[in-house]
Each structure stands twice: as structure tokens, then as C-alpha cells.
């Protein structure tokens, strides 16, 4: 059974710090790797795609991935109180086939 | 740009009916998958669907199917509602040609009494 692990958290920050959230998984035939953002009631909003081993950098978010260690994780610089939601971390198998989701981190940035 | 829309927003069934829900596609994209979330939990795939057949399906039974039609909208049906279908139905979509990003629409939360 393929599977994605993510602490539930909740993790709590003071705002301006960096939010580290990670993610492990266990097939190493993973192909593609995204982040998603959840706000209470909302649906999931894509945060980040990631591909290959390395960092990817989007404004305040960096997406890290070790697919030696079968690790992906995501930092928040700068973490503001409108960044506390769920994250979720999910792996897709196979191109362009399903997500396999993890349970999902809660952040909470204090003022 | 349109993004992924799904009505109806919220519904209320009774054990045992049945219920329809639908999904209209970000423009350009034409593969819709769906997906259960449960209370806490991160979303479960269900089903996908691709040039109006079902392409790839999870471990959901067979309560649980959809269509897709020529303009790439998508129904998902459940039937013989329980009480644990009560969930978040979540519908996906991307592009075959264009990579395997999924973008969710707002979803359709579902109450079984």
C-alpha cells in the first residue's frame, strides 16, 4: 500500500518565523510532488510542484525534496497569521494519475 | 479564466437515497478526477476520468460511479447513501498534455442522515 505521512500537528509559530512542514513516502517510484493549502471549510489551493531532487523557491515557499530519502518538505519564511491552515502534501505515482494524499499538517502562526 | 466549479454546494440525503454531483473543469483541461475527504483526514481519490472513460479507480465500491461527457463536465453518482458517505466530495482537474497538476474546485459538502 502506497503511502504519504504528514504530522498532524498542529504546529505552532510566531509570526515572522519559518514554518517547517514535512512529509515522507513510501514508494520510491514517486514521480511528481505537490503541496497544498487548506483552509478551514475551503477546498484544497495549490501551493507548489515538485520534481526533481533539490530545492524550488516561490516567494515565501521552498519546496525540498529527497527522493533518496523518500522526503519532501515545505518552508514558510516569513510566516504571517493568514498562512495557519492544513497543509497537505500529496504523490502522484504515475504520470497524470491519482494523488495519494497524506493526512494533512496543521499550522497555526501566532501574532 | 474559469476555474473548476461544482454544484450543488452543499446537500442533505437520507440513508439509502441516491445523490448526483457535478463538476465543470478549469478551461483547457480535460481530465477530471474525484475525491472523498473525510473529516480530518486528507483527501481519498476515487475515480478519474479522461476522454469520457473511467481511467483509473480507487478502493471505493461500486456505489460509487461517474461520467463524463463530450465537453469534459463530469457527474459523480453515489447510491444506497450511508451515514460514512457523509464527506467533502472534491473534484480535480488537469491537463493531459500539460503535466499532472490537479486544481480543486470549491466542492460539494455532503450530510447523510
Known amino acids: 500500500q502506497k503511502e504519504v505521512e504528514q504530522n498532524s500537528g498542529p504546529l505552532s509559530v510566531p509570526e515572522g518565523a519559518i514554518a517547517s512542514l514535512n512529509c515522507t513516502y513510501s514508494?520510491?517510484?514517486?514521480?511528481?510532488f505537490f503541496w497544498y493549502r487548506q483552509y478551514s471549510g475551503k477546498s484544497p489551493e495549490l501551493i507548489m510542484s515538485?520534481?526533481?531532487?533539490g530545492d524550488k523557491e516561490d516567494g515565501r515557499f521552498t519546496a525540498q525534496l529527497n527522493k533518496a530519502s523518500q522526503y519532501v518538505s515545505l518552508l514558510i519564511r516569513d510566516s504571517q497569521p493568514s498562512d495557519s491552515a492544513t497543509y497537505l502534501c500529496?504523490?502522484?505515482?504515475?504520470?497524470?494519475?491519482?494523488?495519494?494524499f497524506g493526512q494533512g499538517t496543521e499550522l497555526s502562526v501566532k501574532p | 479564466d474559469a476555474g473548476v466549479t461544482q454544484s450543488p454546494t452543499h446537500l442533505i440525503k437520507t440513508r439509502g437515497q441516491q445523490v448526483t454531483l457535478r463538476c465543470s473543469p478549469k478551461?483547457?483541461?480535460?481530465?477530471v478526477s474525484w475525491y472523498q475527504q473525510a473529516l480530518g483526514q486528507g483527501p481519498q481519490f476515487i475515480f478519474q476520468?479522461?476522454?469520457?472513460?473511467?481511467?483509473q479507480r480507487g478502493n471505493f465500491p461500486d456505489r460509487f460511479s461517474g461520467h463524463q461527457f463530450p465537453n469534459y463536465s463530469s457527474e459523480l453518482n453515489v447510491n444506497a447513501l450511508l451515514l460514512g458517505d457523509s464527506a467533502l466530495y472534491l473534484c480535480?482537474?488537469?491537463?493531459?498534455?500539460?503535466?499532472?497538476?490537479?486544481?480543486f474546485g470549491p466542492g460539494t459538502r455532503l450530510t447523510v442522515l
Open positions: 480535480a482537474s488537469s491537463s493531459s498534455g500539460r503535466g499532472d497538476t490537479q486544481y
Open positions: 514508494d520510491r517510484v514517486s514521480q511528481s
Open positions: 515538485i520534481y526533481s531532487n
Open positions: 500529496a504523490v502522484n505515482y504515475n504520470q497524470g494519475g491519482k494523488l495519494i
Open positions: 478551461s483547457g483541461h480535460d481530465t
Open positions: 476520468y479522461y476522454e469520457e472513460e473511467e481511467r
